[in-house]
């Protein structure tokens, strides 16, 4: 079977009111978020008036206020204006924020982000990547593959990639979650078609259910969100449900989804679009190859090799990441020789096992994986490209849990994750959107007894500068410091940097 699309449609000019709402005044609660940044972004380069309010400045707002965005920082039932005609909120923010209750007081239509992404993305020729792990990873590798292969995508990711904005094979820009892209696909069996809107597509809230995908990829699917889901069996009719968005195969709509633990049986049965899987199985459709000693990456398709680079990100997982990148480039018609050159560049993004420095001889690397799978996948990846054990050393985890919910329903799938870790240091959970009560029922002392009954040298350490001061009494040359969470544990890493005179920032 021929992996490129068979069929090709004229010219298509992108709509001028991608929300719908015929040239309305959108504000955006939350505009500083790296999603809705991006959307802001999106929406003012369709010439849409486009404004918004956060809680304070950032390099996120600055960039917005540079890109001639409206961006105030008064939360209040005023500051949506007169003139306001639909307000755009971001998943952060909760039905009870005064900026929200305002607008239905007035009558005004409030749009989630990932409603508003949809009707961006009905306009084009959307992109969604779905799967309880490795999204945004995915998702920038692809961008920057389609970027270097000429496809010319707009892309929204929820993470920040300094080769975003000029692909991989070009010198890297600033740090952005965001790229603009053109009206049309540039290039390729896809070329003349409504341009390329890629982004995550997250399942929390079935927030994904609002995406309009041509095309979409369907990862892993494992138990998370569980203040939201009942049981593994509801989180697959949601995975169901977004698939049964993509459209028909004569309309072009092709799903890629993993081989294995995808519950493809369950998920793909009676869709009409074109479904693939990928996977490291050889009865995959696009099959994967991986030398963990060389990091090299293949994928095959009908017993012939497609394409081939050598990964700079460790880990099998990233590895998985990189082989639905370059599939899913091919599916939309992209040449497969430069999707390989460009993934042998990518250089990873902010936050994912990236190695921001070095001090006194201890590396310290920062990572975003919250969920036990991730944990584990990205200990095991350090011990393949830089175990510490190899030069005396240790390594010496910080992990903060995200979420009182997350951590109660996944307490025993947390307590096994750690198993490559020297030492644990486990600061207070991060409380967002739970409750108050959920709040109480778990803490992380629990997980720290958890750990310690698994052998596991562990302990519960806050505030933040507790636990630099203990990381510089305790690292030695040699280990390895890996600070891992959703929430801003990242400021661990950096200010144990910060208090060491003569550390080497990355």
């Known amino acids: ?200 597509a997250c399942e929390y809230n079935r927030s994904f259910h609002h995406h309009r995908p041509t095309v979409a990829s369907i990862g892993v699917i494992e138990p998370d969100h569980l203040d939201i889901y009942s049981s593994l069996d509801e989180i697959v009719e949601a995975f169901r449900g977004f698939a049964q968005l993509v459209p028909d195969e004569a309309d072009g709509g092709r799903l890629l989804i993993a081989h294995e633990g995808a519950h493809r049986t369950q998920v793909a049965a009676g869709l009409t679009c074109r479904v693939e899987t990928i996977g490291f199985s050889p009865a995959a459709d696009y099959v994967i190859g991986f030398d963990p000693s060389t990091r090299r990456v293949s994928v095959s398709h009908e017993g012939a090799e497609l394409g081939a680079w050598v990964n700079t990100m460790a880990g099998e997982h990233n590895a998985t990441n990189a082989a639905t990148a370059f599939a899913l480039g ?21 936050r994912r096992l990236q190695m921001i420095g070095e001090a006194d001889g201890v590396r310290v690397y920062d990572d975003y994986g919250h969920h036990p799978t991730e944990i584990a996948r990205t200990l095991e990846a350090v011990r393949q490209s830089d175990d510490p054990a190899e030069r005396g050393g240790r390594l010496i985890t910080v992990f903060q849990p995200h979420q009182h919910s997350r951590t109660r329903f996944l307490m025993e799938e947390f307590a096994t994750s750690f198993e490559q870790a020297d030492i644990v240091i486990v600061p207070d959970i991060y409380f967002v959107r739970d409750t108050q009560a959920e709040r109480h029922k778990v803490s992380a002392a629990d997980l720290v ?27 030695r040359p040699g280990d390895v410091v890996l600070v891992m969470g959703a929430g801003p544990v990242w400021k661990v890493a950096h200010g144990f940097l910060g208090a060491h005179a003569g550390a080497v920032v990355s």
């Open 330 to 350: 091919v599916i939309l018609g992209a040449d497969p020789q430069l999707l390989g050159a460009s993934l042998g560049a990518f250089g990873g993004l902010d």
């Open 1 to 200: 079977m021929d992996p490129r699309p068979s069929t090709r449609t004229k010219p298509v000019e992108v709509a001028c009111d991608p929300l719908g709402i015929g040239g309305a005044v959108p504000h955006m609660v939350g505009i500083g978020g790296c999603g809705m940044s991006a959307l802001a972004k999106l929406l003012a380069s369709s010439g849409v008036p486009v404004r918004g309010t956060d809680m304070g400045a950032t390099p996120v707002t600055d960039s917005l206020t540079r890109a001639g965005i409206e961006v105030g920082f008064e939360q209040t039932a005023g500051a949506l204006g007169d003139d306001a005609d639909v307000v755009i909120a971001s998943a952060a923010v909760g039905a009870d924020h005064a900026e929200v209750v305002a607008a239905r007081d007035r009558g005004i239509p409030v749009l989630s982000y990932a409603q508003a992404l949809g009707r961006c993305q009905a306009g084009r020729t959307g992109v969604s990547v779905a799967g309880t792990h490795g999204k945004s990873t995915t998702s920038a590798m692809l961008g920057c593959a389609l970027t270097d292969a000429g496809i010319d995508p707009a892309v929204i990711v929820g993470a920040t990639c300094a080769q975003l904005s000029r692909g991989a094979l070009t010198e890297p820009g600033e740090k952005t979650g965001f790229r603009l892209g053109s009206p049309t696909i540039q290039n390729g069996e896809w070329g003349g078609r409504p341009g390329v809107l890629l982004a995550e």
């Open 449 to 475: 007894d958890r750990l310690r009954s698994r052998g596991v040298r562990a302990m519960h350490l806050y505030p933040f500068d507790a636990i630099v001061e203990q990381l510089s009494t305790l690292a």
